[in-house]
């Protein structure tokens, strides 16, 4: 059975993902967890298989910070952060800190958020299934993981990702030389299927590849038609 923390310090909100997640899979066990204290004793004792969590939790403006560097020393466990505080200045501070996603509380309903954790779900387990198997490779350039793309990684570095922007990315590669339109992408985009949004998404994966590749340049502009990956231009750096 599946094993998952929730941890929100507002009661109504608590209940109402608690019910979500239950709907969604009914096989799963829901430990729901108010403060910070409580739920980092219950991560010191428990192996979650995902954790949902606020950022702020009562007078704590960033008790979910403490918490995921907690989660990351102990298992590593994914991640979901569902927050009041503006997704344009926090998803990039969770990106940093390993968290899987984020969602801004009042900007997503319960199909986004079903979507999203189910998703992380079968993403997390095909790592697993893919970490038991075998070691990673990493004198390829870009490393996606097949089932669900959970932690594309460049030249061996891990690309912190948004999972939509993951799927956009595997959608890029595995099409590379050729030209993904923009109704192709709105395929893989869960909300925003406009133009401004795949190109906002775009812009996060440019920017994350360039975090490890100042010289990034692998994602083509087609003007009115969409992206393209194509052949790296410039030479691997040296090691």
Same mark, same amino acid.
């Given at each position: ?60 403006? *960033? ?137 906002? *998404? ?31 231009? *410039? ?5």
């Amino acid at each position: 059975m599946l094993h998952i923390a929730v941890i929100e310090d507002d009661p109504p909100m608590s209940a109402q993902l608690r019910g979500w997640i239950e709907s969604a899979r009914p096989d799963v066990r829901v430990d729901q967890w108010f403060t910070r204290d409580d739920a980092e004793a219950a991560i010191l004792r428990q192996r979650y298989d995902l954790v949902i969590m606020d950022i702020e939790l009562g007078r704590e403006r *960033h008790a979910g910070v403490a918490l995921i560097n907690a989660i990351n020393k102990q298992h590593a466990t994914p991640v979901l952060v569902v927050s009041a505080m503006p997704a344009t200045i926090y998803r990039s501070i969770m990106k940093a800190l390993d968290a899987w996603d984020y969602l801004q509380k009042t900007t997503f309903e319960e199909a986004d958020f079903v979507d999203t954790f189910l998703e992380i779900l079968r993403a997390s387990k095909g790592q697993r299934e893919r970490d038991a198997k075998a070691p990673d490779v990493v004198n390829e350039e870009l490393s996606l993981d097949p089932l669900r793309q959970s932690s594309p990684k460049w030249r061996g570095q891990r690309i912190n990702l948004p999972l939509t922007a993951q799927r956009i990315l595997a959608a890029l590669h595995e099409h590379q030389g050729q030209v993904v339109s923009y109704e192709d992408l709105f395929q893989v985009v869960k909300s925003g299927r406009n133009r401004d949004n795949v190109r906002k *998404h775009i812009s996060t994966i440019r920017d994350a590849f360039r975090e490890i590749d100042p010289e990034f340049d692998a994602i083509e502009n087609v003007p009115m038609r969409g992206f393209r990956w194509v052949e790296i231009t *410039h030479p691997r750096a040296a090691k």
